[in-house]
């Protein structure tokens, strides 16, 4: 199989996931009476929480089908560190986290990113010491986070098309940059699934059905993806 079918099946697991698995997470929402904050509206559906974990589904489910043995380890940093801002955001859902827990997870997340496995980042900066690369890619992507998730509360759907169009432009710079496919497959996976959420978003309504929303952990599960995009592009910039 070459490797324009695997992109395009890539992208259409990531987006078809979103469609098989929010009607079940809606339930479980509904089961536990998870809502969504206070100020979203739609009026005859049940707004939800819990968007995120469909999103997480997609994305780490098309990644482990198509992508490589090698390019799938390479990942396992930003695996972790999804997992890391999932299972936070479900224990504050299930208001079973004290209050600083998200700040603690973003922090933990972008150490596992950019250290990885084995503590050497990648050069931001040639001629700083690899200590100082860390925290200021440390840095980067927890202001990133950050700073995403401030846009998106203010402007929700515009900020959730645009993440979706970097994702895409991501993916078609990366393709004509020859970078590694397992990135490329990675922008893909993010578009797919973005695109999934929002289409879902326009089902939903149309048909009354029970919306599961992406709030703050599906924000920053997007944000870190995003910024760890940006810091490969950096990266080769700076090299």
């Given at each position: ?6 992109a395009i099946l890539n992208f259409a697991l ?116 690899p200590w100082l690369n860390a925290v200021l ?77 992406i709030g703050h952990t599906g924000t920053f ?19």
């Open positions: 199989m070459n490797e324009v079918m695997i990531a987006f078809g996931a979103i469609f098989l698995v929010q009607p079940s997470v809606a339930q479980v929402a509904l089961a536990k009476n998870l809502m969504a904050p206070e100020g979203s509206h739609a009026p005859g559906i049940p707004l939800l929480s819990m968007g995120g974990v469909s999103m997480f589904i997609g994305i780490n489910l098309s990644l482990a089908i198509f992508s490589t043995n090698e390019g799938f380890a390479g990942l396992h940093p930003l695996i972790a560190a999804l997992i890391i801002l999932l299972f936070s955001g479900l224990l504050l859902d299930t208001n079973m986290a004290f209050r600083y827990v998200r700040q603690l997870a973003r922090l933990l997340a972008a150490a596992v990113l950019v250290l990885h496995s084995h503590g050497t980042p990648n050069t931001f900066f040639p001629g700083l010491p890619q440390m840095a980067f992507v927890i202001g990133f986070m950050y700073g995403y998730h401030e846009l998106v509360l203010h402007r929700k759907m515009t900020f959730l098309y645009l993440a979706l169009l970097n994702a895409l432009v991501f993916f078609l710079f990366m393709w004509q940059w020859q970078a590694p496919f397992n990135d490329i497959l990675l922008a893909l996976s993010l578009s797919g699934s973005l695109s999934g959420i929002l289409v879902y978003s326009r089902y939903a309504r149309i048909k009354n059905k029970p919306l599961p929303l599960l997007i944000a870190i993806i995003l910024a760890a995009l940006w810091l490969e592009i950096l990266v080769f910039w700076a090299n």
